[in-house]
C-alpha cells in the first residue's frame, strides 16, 4: 500500500467512508492502523467457530433426545452446558433455551389437537394467564443478577432430581381416577404459576405443568401433557420475544458488555435443528433403549450441573 494513502486518503475515500460504514473502518484502518485493534468488526466477530458449532448441533440432539425419552424439557440440558461448559452468561443461556421451545412446543400442540386431548375448556383460563405470568417472570429474571440466578437453577435442578428419582422409584406414573376439576380458577392458578416459573428459569415449562395440572385439575397424564404442550405454543412465543427484546439491558457477567440477542439467536439456530430430530427420535426409542438406565445416567449429570451452579 502506497505510504501517501495512510497519510492523506482521496476525497472520493472520505466521500465513500461517510456513507458505509465498512468503508470508513477501512479508512480509519489506513490513517491509523493500529487502531483496527480497537475496533470491533460485528460480522467477524458475531461467527460462532466451527467446534462450537458442531458442539451446539450435539447439545440440541442430545436435549431434544432426552426430552423425547424421558419426557422432560431440553432446557434443564441446554442451560447449564451453555452457562458451564461453553462460559456463557446464564440468562444469554435462558434465552437461547426459550427460543428453542418455539420450535418444540408448537409442533407437539399440534400433534395432541389432532389427537383430540385438549380440554379446550381448562385452556381457556390456563392461556391468558400464562401469558401473563411468563412476561413477569421474564421481567423478574431480567433483574436478578447471574450469581443468583445459577442459584435458582440449581434449586431448580435439585427439584428436576428429586422427580426423576421418583419416577426410578414408583415406575409408571399413577392415573387420576377423580373426575377432573376444570373451573377456570383452577386453570388460572396452574397457567400463572407454570407461566412464571418458565418465565423465571428460561425454560418451556413443562416439569411444572404435568404434575401442577395433575393435582390441581386431576387430569390424567395425558391431558395434563396435553395442556402442558398447548400452553408452551402460547408461552413460548411471548417469552422469548420478550427475553430476546430486553436481553440488551443485562450485562454480561463476564465482560460488562451488554448482553445481545444476536448471540442467543444464533446459538439457538444451530440447536434448534437438531433439537427437534433427537426429541422425534426419542420418542421413538422409548420401548427400545434402556430407558431407567438413562434416566440414572441423566440423574448424575444433573447432579454434577446442580452442583457447579450451587458450588461454584
Known sequence: MPA???TKPSPQMIAVSRRSTSARR???FMVCPCVVERIRFDTLDSMLPIWEILALLLLGFCAGSLGGLLGIGGGVLTIPALSILFGH???LAQAASMNVVVFVAIPAAIRHYRQSTLPIGLLRSVIPLGIAGIVLGVLLNNIIPTTPMEKIFGVFLLYVIGVNCRKLVVGKPIGVDAVARNSPSRGAVVGATAGFGAGLLGIG???ITVPLSQQVCRLTLQ???AVSACLMSFTSVIGAAVKDSTLHLIADQATGDPLRAFD???MSFWIIPTAMVGSWMGARLTHVLPVRAIRILFIIVMM???GKMLWP
Open 26 to 28: 477501512m479508512a480509519i
Open 223 to 225: 391431558h395434563a401433557i
Open 264 to 266: 442467543a439467536l444464533q
Open 89 to 91: 452468561d446464564i440468562h
Open 4 to 6: 501517501f494513502w495512510a
Open 205 to 207: 415449562g413443562g416439569l
Open 304 to 306: 454434577i450441573g446442580a
